[in-house]
C-alpha cells in the first residue's frame, strides 16, 4: 500500500467551540473545556479536530466575523491557553485543524475602520468599494446570503461596501496583493505555532467578477425559500481566477509538511472538483456535502458515490461530511434509525470523513423558542426554516444539570432529552449509538481496506446500499438497508463471494446468537452490516 497522510487515514471531528465545553461558568464553551474533554476523544478515537473560530469577534456572526485573526477572544481564553491545547492534543498523537475566515472581517477590524475612514487610505482597496449604480442604488443586484442586498452604503465617502454574508461582515478584495499577503502572514503565523491546518471558510467566494456584472434569476426559485435564491451565484464567486489564489495557499502551506488544506465549497459537483485545482495544487480535501443534500435512499446514494469517483481528478484524495454548524442535524433529517446506518456509511466509504460532535450521541435538531434566536440568519430572514441555533445546541456529557456542559446559563438552550441521550449514560450502554460509532471508528483504524482501500459498488438499486472495500490483505462487504422493512440480502447484490465467506464484524442493531453460526439471510428494517470475507 502506497503512503498515505494522516488527513488521508484520519477522521476528523468538528467542534462548535461555543457549545462543547463550558469551563468559566458563562455558559460559552472555550478552550480549557475542549482541553478538558480530550480523554473523551481519545476514546471515541478521532484522530483531528477542527475548531470553528475562536479568534476575538464581536460574534455577531459567532466568530465568522473576525476583528484581530492572531488572537484568541476572551471568550474561548487566550494565546497560552491555546498554546496548552495544542501541547495536549499533540501529546496524545491527535492534530488540530483551525478555521480560517479570508473571504471577509468583521467592520470592527482595524483594517475594515481604517478602509472606511476616506477614500484614499492605505486600505481603501483591502475592501470591495464601489460607486453608486446610474439610478443611484447599489452598484448591481448581487444579493446578501443572509438575505437583502449584498451593498451597504457607507454615507461618509459615499460609496457602496461589499458582503456577502452580513453587513458586518464585509468581503476583503482578494485582487489585492497586499490583502493576500496579510491573510498568508495570518496562516504562517498559526502554521508556526503547530495547528495542522485549515478548514477555509467560503473559499469559493474569494475571487468574484471583475466587472461586477448582474447575477442573472433563478428560473428555479420558490416562493418561501431564502432571498439568495432568486438569483444564480454566476458572477458573485467561484471564479476562474479563485484557483490561482488557492494554489498561492496550497504552497505556502507545501512549506510546512503534513499540514492540511480543506475547503468549505457548496457547489454542483462538476464544479466542487475544479477545486483539487490543476495538477492537484489546490485544497487537499475541498469538503463533499453531498451526503448531507442527497435523497436518503439506496438507489439516490449509489449513484451519488459512483458520481463522485467518477469525478475525482487523478490523485484527488475524496473525503465525505455528515453534519455541520450550518446544517440540520444527521438525526433530524434522517431519523435516529437511518443516522445509525448513515454512521456506518460515513465510516466506511473510502475518503476522510469528518463528523459533527454530537452526531455520535444522536442529538437532534434542539427547538429553539420564538424570541430566543441567536443565528443572524433566522433573526433576519424568520419562518423560513433557515435557523442554525437548532444544530448548534450545548454537547450533552452527563445527567447532571446543563448536562455538563456548563454551570453557568448555557448560550442556546440544552435538548430536553439529555437525561437520555448523554455521553455517559451512552457509552455505558452496550448498543447505543455511541458505542456503534466507537466501533466503527475502531474497525476503520483496525483495517486500512476501510480506509484507504479499495471501493466497488455491489448494487445500483433497491432499498439495500452495498458496497465491498478492499486491499492486497482484506476484503469487506458493506450492506445498509435504507428502508424500514426487512430485507433480503442476496437479491440484486452482485457480491463475489458466497454468503458462507463472511464472518459478521458490527451490525448498527448489534450482534444476535444466531450470527455466529449462519450467514444472515436479511437485513432488519434500517439495519446496516460489514462482513469481513474469509479467503
Ligand atoms: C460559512 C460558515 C458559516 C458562516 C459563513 C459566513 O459558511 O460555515 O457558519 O455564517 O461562512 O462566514
Known sequence: MSATDW????????????????????GVGDLAGIRRRLDYLGWLGVDALWISPIYPSPMTDFGYDVSDYC???????TLAEFDALVKAVKARGLKLVLDLVPNHTSDRHPWFVESRTNRHNAKRDWYIWRDPGPGGGAPNNWLSNFGGSAWEFDRATGQYFYHAFLKE???????????????????????????????????????????????PPNPAYQQGRPEIERLLQLHSA??????????EMRRLIERYPGRVLIGEIYLPLDRLVRYYGEDLSGAHLPFNFQLIQAGWNARTLASMIKEYEAALPNGGWPNWVLGNHDQHRVATRIGPQQARVAAMLLLTLRGTPTLYYGDEIGMEDVPIPTGSARDPWQLREPGLGVGRDPQRTPMQWDDSANAGFTTGTPWLPLSSNYAKCNVEKLAASEGSIL??????????????????????????????????RFDENECFEVYLNLSREVQRLDEKVSSRAPPEKRTLMLSTHGRRESDFHAPRRSLEGGEGVIYKMRR
Request: net charge negative; glycine share 8%.
Open 169 to 215: 461582515q464585509p468581503d476583503l478584495n482578494w485582487r489585492n496583493r497586499e490583502v493576500r499577503d496579510a491573510i498568508y502572514d495570518v496562516m504562517r503565523f498559526w502554521l508556526e505555532r503547530g495547528v495542522d491546518g485549515f478548514r477555509v471558510d467560503v473559499i469559493w467566494h474569494l475571487m468574484k467578477d471583475a466587472g461586477f456584472r448582474d447575477n
Open 435 to 468: 458505542r456503534l460509532y466507537r466501533d466503527l471508528i475502531d474497525l476503520r483504524h483496525r483495517f486500512p481496506a476501510l480506509s484507504t482501500g479499495g471501493f466497488r459498488l455491489l448494487t445500483e438499486g433497491g432499498d439495500i446500499l452495498a458496497y465491498e
Open 7 to 26: 488527513w488521508q487515514r484520519g477522521i476528523i471531528y468538528h467542534i462548535y467551540p461555543r457549545s462543547f465545553q463550558d469551563s468559566n461558568a458563562d
Open 71 to 77: 488572537d484568541i477572544d476572551p471568550l474561548f481564553g
Open 238 to 247: 467561484d471564479q476562474p481566477e479563485v484557483h490561482g489564489v488557492i494554489a
